[in-house]
């Protein structure tokens, strides 16, 4: 199949975080499949720009890449030479598919594919969440969806990578045709003594990654300021200035000082070593349409207590791979560390099984397969339509 994916930012633009990665592997993975993927992306790396070619070809881990210059330098994104390549060649593919939302490029990108007669598959990479929409410039969104998200939403195949999503997504537009299919993660690769007990003197939680308000820590700060038992959190991630500064001085005014330790963001084989070195991984979100963190934290052996607005809080409720949470109170939060503390056998239970458990059900090859799947069915459906 020839496959054009659309997306606000690509590798190596990290600065993003999970979806840039995610979106990556899955090109890569179908490459690999021996389908051809390109990519248009524009030159976004946060407030600067990346140092790569433009506006030509240039190939990426196996990957087919067009970058194209914004002419803003903030979320928006617009690059109208993305928008005049993507009117020229998008009827030139088997299928498109959108990542993302609430910037005007892809939703310009959008309306070239009504214009053009392409249905493409959308992947909302969390932006439909009720947290993303009702929190900030939730009055420019609201305006924006009615005129024009809406319509342009109904007119696309919907891709989710949790049930959370699904149904975040579903109280938008109750009729939208589509699928459910994890996130591709880049697993490790294990030695044996991954899977045995590595318990910590001290009971060790760690967080890893954007330190942002939608990712909850205040939550967990407040949470273990309530415990009786002795613990130590590791925080590995860097976020902006001002709320890092609001959480060390509620980790100050709680007393948590000789308890919670800053150890700098983590990638690569470094990651992982932190991920197997805790005894507990917590992720407390307000939203999380996927979080490949607790997928690779469960691949290195490490139990998991995350909310239930992570999208795979189910999974892990299901496979009996960790703890879930509500997020209403500290108090209900700090009852399910206790737990988590308490219950050692079903921590050692999970270092031993969950890698497998883990390498399993994110299998690479499957994953992508059923992606490849999903293309072909909608590019079957569309041409049965057009026969008809």
Known sequence: MNILFIVPSYKPAYIYGGPIVSVSRLAESLVQLGHSVTVYTTTANGAAELDVPVNKPVMVDGVR????????????????????????????????HIHSWWSFLIFGASLICVLKGVKP??????????????????????ILHNMLGRHLLSRTYLHVTSLVEWNDCLKINKQWRGGLIHNIVDLPVLPAAHQEDRTNDVFTIGFLSRVDPKKGLDILLRALAGVSFPYRL???????????????????????E???????????????????????????????????????????????????????????????????????????????LQAAYEDHAKRQNIRQTAARIIQADFNETKLAGDYVEMYRNISDFREKKQIV
């Open 258 to 336: 000789d308890k919670v330790e800053w150890v700098g963001w983590k990638k690569g084989d470094e990651k992982f070593d932190f991920l197997a070195g805790i005894d507990l991984f917590a992720l407390t979100s307000h939203n999380e349409n996927f979080a490949v963190v607790v997928v690779e934290a469960l691949a290195v052996g490490t139990p998991v207590l995350v909310s239930e607005h992570v999208g795979l809080s189910g999974y892990v409720q299901e496979k009996r791979l960790g703890w879930l949470t509500g997020i209403q109170s500290e108090q209900e939060v700090a009852a399910q």
């Open 121 to 142: 598959v959308f992947s909302p990479r969390g932006m439909l969440c009720d947290y993303i929409f009702n929190n900030k410039n939730q009055l420019k969104k609201k």
């Open 65 to 96: 890449v067009k970058y194209f210059k914004r002419i803003t330098k903030d979320h928006t994104h617009i690059s109208p030479a993305l928008w005049k390549e993507t009117w020229a060649t998008v009827r030139q593919y088997d299928t498109v």
């Open 234 to 256: 590791q925080i590995a991630g860097s976020g902006e200035y001002n709320y890092v500064k609001q959480l060390r001085g509620l980790i100050s005014a709680s007393g948590m």
